[in-house]
């Protein structure tokens, strides 16, 4: 019996790079943070009040924009490389290394406070993964490199708003 051809027997490119189970599961780790990072940089946007409301309301557009921009672009590498991404609410719900952002009204300063730790969380989970990303395909972890600068630029930008000059020390991320 003859078997017919499907569409699927008639791919023939071969890529020069598909990334493994490892680097899969790096890629979709940064992919679903910076997807909780935009979730919670909208939430933020939403529900702040308080001193500067209207700098950090706009400060967080610029959070939300570049999350949501640099998780494309994560998702789209990854497609690239034969690797299926997952930005699936469930999956950012189960797999999200951020800490958690408070519902309801959030008062400026805190707002600043819980952003900023998310995205340093985001920022660690990049750095994480960096090594064995670039070990595995050096044009990934070029990638990585702009994600790490922006969002630690955008970091450095949202935490000024509470420092002090000459005394004040950044928290830890798990403050």
Request: net charge negative; aromatic share 6%.
């Amino acid at each position: 019996m003859a078997t017919t051809a499907t569409h699927h027997d008639k791919h023939v490119s071969h890529p020069v790079f598909v990334g493994d189970e490892t680097f899969a599961g790096h890629l979709q780790q940064v992919l679903v943070d910076l997807t909780d990072l935009h979730l919670q940089g909208k939430q933020a946007h939403w529900n702040i009040v308080g001193a500067n409301f209207r700098d950090l309301h706009l400060q967080l557009d610029e959070i939300v924009d570049a999350a949501r921009d640099f998780a494309d672009d994560v998702a789209e590498r990854m497609r690239a490389v034969y690797v299926v991404p997952d930005g699936s609410s469930a999956r950012v719900a189960a797999q999200s290394s951020l800490p958690a952002f408070p519902t309801g009204e959030v008062d400026t300063g805190e707002a600043i406070d819980k952003i900023v730790a998310s995205i340093y969380a985001v920022c660690a989970t990049a750095r994480r993964v960096h090594d064995e990303v670039d070990a595995a395909d050096p044009t990934t972890a070029d990638m990585l490199h702009e994600i790490l600068t922006r969002l630690e630029q955008l970091a450095w930008l949202t935490d000024a708003e509470r420092r002090q000059p000459g005394t004040a020390v950044p928290k830890p991320i798990n403050a």
